[in-house]
């Protein structure tokens, strides 16, 4: 199989697209992608600079080097969750690629907020890991991303598999809140999702193609069993209807259009009493962790 476009080199099928491309035409296609992601979006444009978050996982990994390869302004931002092995090895790989980009960086010490690590941290406020790990996560961007901008490396798999968790749930707050795009609102700043439709497996092809290193594997932590047994089942529609994850969430950014399913649905927010940050109850629910933690590590 050659490519169709230069119709020398070897080259992939990637038959949801209808496409055969070699390494070099493949990658240029995923950044248009992107490209077209972000236009379409009104996301943002040169002149912003744009916070990516980079976990080391290959989706941020891959979303950092499209965005600088499309010539964007872009901050690498990384949070060090505290956990021995791992947090150790998705530094390692943070360090490398923005070393390798020559982009600036920023990172943030969970030790330095709450005197433990995300797994410490659960314990104490005994909620699961990975539902701590979001809040913590969207604080920290939102309080200390030297931008307004702050992009995230979700993929078309994610997007798909969280809209039908939120359908099988029938979390309407969630479901008409999403969007590859949330305006900033209220003291959040602008969270954006450019690889919103970029398959899996074309990021990894992508990581793959430029010799990207990340960190290998999901999260321990994250993806119940649920979201997991979702993400299969997508999969298995998609065999049988190549494209599928593709077409539903365009058709349901089409729908949220037409029946004006708004992103801005956020009920009546006051500034927590202790750091002014948007919350629904008095004192936002990082500073309660926090409160928590601490108390903890003194008694
Ligand atoms: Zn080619
Ligand atoms: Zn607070």
Partial sequence: MVCEIC??????????????????????????????????????????????????????????????????KVIAFHIDLGVEEISERSKEVFFGVVEREKVPYKILDLRDFFNCGIKELSKIVKRPTCSICGTIRRYLMDRYSDSSVVATGHNLDDEVAFLFLNLLNWSLEYIVRQSPVLREEHGFSRKVKPLSFVYEYETKLYASINGLEHVVGECPFSKGATTLLIKKSLNEIEKSNPDFKLRFLRSFMKIKEKIGGSSDSRVSLQPCVKCGYPTTSGICLFCRFREKALSYSIS
């Fill in 7 to 72: 119709g020398r080199r070897p080259a992939y099928n990637l038959y949801p697209r209808g496409k055969v491309l070699c390494d070099e035409h493949f990658a240029g296609f995923v950044e248009s992608e992107v490209k077209t992601t972000i236009d379409n979006y009104s996301m943002f444009t040169h002149h912003d600079r744009v916070m990516v978050a980079v976990s080391g996982g290959k989706d941020s990994v891959v979303l950092l080097k499209v965005l600088k390869n499309l010539g964007y």
